[in-house]
């Protein structure tokens, strides 16, 4: 009921804003499409402007992958891992969803299909993976709008989040199955 | 932060790299992912162009502020540095409700303007400001209410119930980006503004 509910709404909200904010445009006496076009203008520059910043970040992201140092990293962190009740092969997708949506996509297909896609770690992956966002992209694309280089407690603060997401996933999964 | 792990990542590549004898791998996707970057900022130019037009008619129409006021009690507590007439709360709001609904098409043109209203109140513009950093933090914990790409995968792969995850990811989600706000306020204090 309520995803029926969300995907309806999903369905119909791009278009009916696209009239409905015009339309209380026109009442208002605004003259819609000159004022569209100013703003519009400024799409371009915007969109060119994250492209540093999202070229840093990708390329240190693309590199990391490229050279198999997860592997060697979760292994590292098993028997950690293993003393606190965190399933070992959710630590790469927990780490990978932060930096790469592609990626801990196929990663997360990958686990669903080993696993079983009504195993607990196979909804485990894909409730890590529906409940949060790629972190670092949305921080270079956001800051690089902007131009903001220093980003103070911003990584930081997400990072705390996406953990505490990742447990609360873990946690929420074992309770409810 | 960023420019440690910045540098950790290029770090830890080239040493595994070296190790694991994948430094070929490392060298095409330092150059696929530079292409990549490019195509996605490229791919945004149609959306960012939409909304931001868009969003200049909701301006001009008052429609913005109205949104900020309409919810102004939580946003004087989520950003209590943004005057409560500015432009800002309303961008914020707008951002936020598409991202919940997964409209991605939409929320990063809208949050990247919300972005540029915090911008204009930022005296330091090379520096983040406490709201821009609470605005992040909702945005990078990812506030979704359907996983609808999860609920796909899940189909895909012969589950009997894909939208089981629904309830799950919604309280994560939800645990995560209280987390996520809260480490925010609480770590401003210690990250001051340099002049």
């Known amino acids: ?177 | 932060m960023l420019n440690y792990i910045w540098f950790g990542l290029l770090a830890i590549a080239l040493i595994f790299g070296a190790i694991n004898g994948t430094m070929d791998k490392v060298s095409e996707a330092a150059i696929e992912s530079a292409k990549t970057a490019v195509e996605i900022a490229i791919g945004l130019i149609g959306v960012m162009t939409l909304w931001l037009g868009v969003m200049r008619i909701a301006e001009a129409a008052g429609l913005v502020t109205m949104l900020g006021r309409l919810l102004r009690p939580v946003l004087r507590w989520l950003f209590p540095e943004v005057p409560a007439d500015h432009p800002a709360n309303g961008a914020i709001v707008l951002s936020l409700a598409a991202n919940m609904l997964g409209l991605n098409n939409a929320a990063t043109p809208l949050g990247i303007k919300a972005m540029e209203e915090l911008q204009e109140l930022n005296p330091n513009k090379d520096t983040a400001t406490n709201p821009m950093v609470t605005f992040m933090a909702l945005n990078t914990s990812g506030v979704q209410l359907i996983p609808a790409t999860m609920i796909g995968v899940l189909a895909a792969s012969g589950s009997l119930n894909p939208t089981w995850i629904i309830g799950p990811s919604i309280i994560a989600t939800f645990i995560g980006t209280v987390a996520a706000v809260l480490a925010a306020k609480f770590l401003q204090r210690f990250y001051k503004v340099a002049e």
Request: proline share 4%; glycine share 8%; net charge positive.
């Open chain 1, 1 to 177: 009921m309520i995803k029926y509910v969300v995907e309806e709404i999903s369905k119909w909200a791009i278009p009916v804003l696209l009239v409905f904010i015009p339309l209380i445009g026109m009442i208002r006496k605004v003259k819609v499409y000159d004022v569209f076009i100013d703003g519009a203008k400024e799409g371009f520059d915007v969109a060119v402007k994250i492209i540093p910043f999202l070229v840093g970040i990708l390329v240190a992201i693309g590199m990391f992958r490229a050279s198999g140092a997860m592997d060697l990293l979760t292994a590292a962190m098993k028997p950690i891992m293993d003393a606190t009740g965190f399933p070992a092969e959710l630590v790469p997708l927990a780490i990978l969803r932060t930096l790469t949506g592609s990626g801990s996509l196929a990663f997360t297909t990958d686990l669903v299909k080993n696993h079983g896609a009504d195993s607990v770690i196979g909804r485990m992956a894909a409730t890590m993976y529906g409940s949060s966002e790629t972190t670092f992209f949305v921080l270079a694309v956001y800051f690089g709008a902007v131009q903001v280089k220093k980003t103070r407690h911003a990584v930081p603060a997400a990072l705390i989040g996406d953990l505490v997401a990742a447990v609360a996933t873990v946690a929420v999964v074992y309770w409810l199955m």
